[in-house]
């Protein structure tokens, strides 16, 4: 992994050559493969931060939780984060990293899955494209809340957009809405 710092530092620099002092931000990619954890290198960031104070680096890469989040600063001294995929996991990671607050509880999380295909219904997406974004959704979020693992077993083979509304209802009254 040491390699691929110093390469990306290399990098990074040949990108600073000649750039102007207007420049406020920059995202960088701190993983060599997509979705491996194990190819995490927050540390490449590093000697950036201090090295270009005025400028808000923004941490990219499996950060997915407040835990993510206080290692990727503590090794990357980036206070920015850009969290993707952990975004659809825990709803509202933006407010648990910014905050210290508690993620959504399971009757949030499933009022936003109501609510994210209630948007697409409005949009007039296809009822198929409505549970495909609903299931990649519950998907994720299962992973951050395992207390709707069993719920998402049953709703992903729903093939019926009004049956996984109703689903959904079933489960929150079920559970005490």
Same mark, same amino acid.
């Given at each position: 992994?040491?390699?691929?710092?110093?390469?990306?530092?290399?990098?990074?620099?040949?990108?600073?050559? /000649?750039?102007?002092?207007?420049? +406020?931000?920059?995202?960088?990619? @701190?993983? *060599?493969? $997509?979705?491996?954890?194990?190819? #995490?290198?927050?540390?490449?960031?590093?000697?950036?931060?201090?090295?270009?104070?005025?400028?808000?680096?923004?941490?990219?890469?499996?950060?997915?939780?407040?835990?993510?989040?206080?290692?990727?600063?503590?090794?990357?001294?980036?206070?920015?984060?850009?969290?993707?995929?952990?975004?659809?996991?825990?709803?509202?990671? /933006?407010?648990?990293?910014?905050? +210290?607050?508690?993620?959504?509880? @399971?009757? *949030?999380? $499933?009022?936003?899955?109501?609510? #994210?295909?209630?948007?697409?219904?409005?949009?007039?997406?296809?009822?198929?494209?409505?549970?495909?974004?609903?299931?990649?959704?519950?998907?994720?979020?299962?992973?951050?809340?395992?207390?709707?693992?069993?719920?998402?077993?049953?709703?992903?083979?729903?093939?019926?957009?009004?049956?996984?509304?109703?689903?959904?209802?079933?489960?929150?009254?079920?559970?005490?809405?």
């Amino acid at each position: 992994m040491a390699d691929t710092a110093v390469k990306k530092q290399g990098k990074f620099k040949e990108y600073f050559k /000649g750039v102007k002092t207007e420049l +406020k931000k920059v995202v960088w990619p @701190t993983r *060599k493969e $997509l979705y491996k954890r194990d190819c #995490i290198d927050w540390t490449v960031l590093e000697p950036f931060s201090a090295e270009y104070p005025d400028i808000n680096f923004v941490a990219n890469g499996e950060i997915n939780s407040l835990s993510d989040a206080v290692a990727c600063e503590a090794q990357s001294h980036c206070t920015t984060f850009m969290t993707g995929r952990g975004a659809i996991a825990i709803a509202n990671l /933006g407010y648990v990293i910014k905050e +210290k607050g508690l993620p959504y509880d @399971t009757v *949030k999380t $499933l009022n936003v899955l109501l609510e #994210i295909m209630n948007e697409f219904v409005e949009m007039d997406a296809e009822p198929r494209i409505v549970l495909n974004r609903a299931k990649q959704f519950l998907g994720y979020a299962r992973k951050a809340n395992h207390e709707l693992a069993e719920f998402f077993s049953v709703f992903c083979r729903s093939e019926d957009l009004n049956n996984s509304f109703k689903l959904t209802e079933k489960f929150l009254t079920r559970i005490g809405k």
